[in-house]
């Protein structure tokens, strides 16, 4: 089973994506894994609507461990497992909340055991705020970038084009990090969803 990580700072997008992208990809029921920072591991059940409810909120770091679920990736012929693994937003310099902390040490460990990342960001805050260590496209979104580089299947999400003025931020981030796939996005639309299928798809011939 391939594992693909969802990384990046709070509040981007991430727990919505992992739910509505599960969704996307056919699951009626979403059975949870959830790796509890003292070493448990819990499952559980959801609903979509209890799902949404439970695991995502309007503030950040309500994810505060690694959570997944397992997939069927569709093939042309067949299916591929796919574990989508959730973790905590990853901020600049070090967060004052203990557990907080430990959720990203637990987040960053699976960076390097996955077989591919995706890197969100909010594009609309993209080069606007570089001082903001919550929007800002600081040195957290600059290190894992350059760690990609290293990675065979790493892909930038650009996440709330749909709350996008103009393609200038997007033409900027194309520029900025040519060497990167970068797929524009809207976890509440569902665009770019299935460019994200075929690029699992494809890169989990390789990884």
């Given at each position: 089973m391939k594992k693909c990580l969802i990384i990046g700072k709070p509040h981007v997008g991430k727990t919505l994506f992992f739910i509505l992208f599960s969704k996307y990809l056919g699951l009626k029921e979403f059975l949870v894994e959830q790796n509890l920072l003292n070493?448990?591991?819990?499952?559980?059940?959801?609903?979509?609507?209890?799902?949404?409810?439970?695991?995502?909120?309007?503030?950040?770091?309500?994810t505060q461990y690694l959570q997944s679920i397992n997939l069927n990736l569709p093939l042309l012929k067949g299916n591929m497992k796919l574990q989508l693994v959730d973790g905590t937003g990853l901020t600049e310099g070090i967060?004052?909340?203990?557990?907080?902390?430990?959720?990203?040490?637990?987040?960053?460990a699976a960076l390097y055991e996955c077989d591919?990342?995706?890197?969100?960001?909010?594009?609309?805050?993209?080069a606007a705020e570089p001082n903001n260590t919550m929007n800002g496209f600081g040195c957290t979104d600059i290190q894992l970038t350059q760690y990609g580089l290293s990675h065979q299947a790493y892909v930038i999400l650009a996440n709330k084009i749909d709350l996008l003025?103009?393609?200038?931020?997007?033409?900027q981030l194309q520029l900025d990090y040519p060497q990167h796939t970068i797929i524009p996005i809207s976890t509440l639309s569902g665009q770019g969803f299935n460019e994200i299928k075929a690029y699992c798809r494809f890169?989990?011939?390789y990884v």
């Open positions: 070493g448990d591991r819990i499952h559980k059940l959801y609903t979509f609507e209890e799902a949404i409810k439970s695991l995502c909120a309007s503030k950040p770091f309500k967060h004052g909340d203990v557990s907080i902390r430990r959720g990203m040490v637990q987040t960053l591919i990342i995706l890197h969100m960001i909010d594009i609309n805050s993209y003025d103009s393609r200038t931020k997007l033409a890169k989990s011939k």
